[in-house]
């Protein structure tokens, strides 16, 4: 069993930065692939991006490609999300994923999920 807590969440202007952690708990934790996803007001689950394991590997949605980096410190046992040149559309509830099967795009290939944690972007 895998727990997972994000954190970083918040109200941010347009253009503006935010930085999003989830802390993970209980079994291996750089055994896993690791993804973040996005849930907007009205519409369902978003891949966002995704890391392997060893951190070697890194895909992204092209939405947010060049904007949004992820990256994983397996001796804080946490997965980030730098997330840079917000917009109004990133407006979302992200959540975190474990994957033990490697990266991917669907929410399916993941086997625990964290919480979530709001992101507003507004002026």
């Known amino acids: 069993q895998v727990q997972l807590v994000e954190s970083g969440g918040g109200l941010v202007q347009p253009g503006g930065s935010l930085r999003l952690s989830c802390a993970a708990s209980?079994?291996?934790?750089?055994?896993?692939?690791m993804g973040w996803f996005r849930r907007a007001p009205g519409k369902g689950r978003e891949f966002v991006a995704a890391i392997t394991w060893s951190g070697r590997s890194t895909d992204y949605a092209d939405s947010v490609k060049g904007r949004f980096t992820i990256s994983r410190d397996s001796a804080k046992n946490t997965v980030y999300l730098e997330m840079n040149s917000l917009k109004p559309d990133d407006t979302a509830v992200y959540y975190c994923?474990?994957?033990?099967?490697?990266?991917?795009?669907?929410?399916?290939?993941?086997?625990?999920w964290g919480q979530g944690t709001q992101v507003t972007v507004s002026s």
């Open positions: 994923a474990a994957s033990s099967y490697g990266l991917s795009r669907g929410p399916l290939g993941y086997n625990y």
């Open positions: 209980g079994r291996t934790f750089s055994s896993y692939a």
